[in-house]
């Protein structure tokens, strides 16, 4: 089955920075799209960033040029590199695949910016 396991959040100060990972495991890694989400309590799910197969990216406009996606299809491992991190970046980040048209879902790091 599908799994995909977050690491890498917590506390970090203003400006600061933090490097998510996510381990997937029963997918063919190396073919799969792979994206980075945020949920804040009371909102819905937004896209952070996404890496195709290929490497191409796609970030919203609210993290580009402080956050970068990148992946190792050795290690199976997608990662999420955060930068010059704001109070607004807090909320749980949820790695994410689709597979044969089914979304699968990690179970979520919490990363909170504050002073």
């Known amino acids: 089955q599908v799994q995909l396991v977050e690491s890498g959040g917590g506390l970090v100060q203003p400006g600061g920075s933090l490097r998510l990972s996510c381990a997937a495991s029963g997918i063919i890694f190396s073919i799969s799209t792979m994206g980075w989400y945020r949920q804040a309590p009371g909102k819905q799910r937004e896209l952070v960033a996404r890496i195709a197969s290929g490497g191409s990216t796609i970030y919203a406009d609210s993290v580009k040029g402080r956050f970068t996606i990148s992946r190792d299809n050795v290690k199976n491992t997608v990662y999420l590199q955060m930068n010059s991190l704001k109070p607004e970046d807090t909320t749980v980040y949820y790695c994410?695949?689709?597979?044969?048209?089914?979304?699968?879902w990690g179970q979520g790091t919490q990363v909170t910016v504050s002073s």
């Open positions: 994410n695949t689709v597979r044969r048209g089914v979304d699968y």
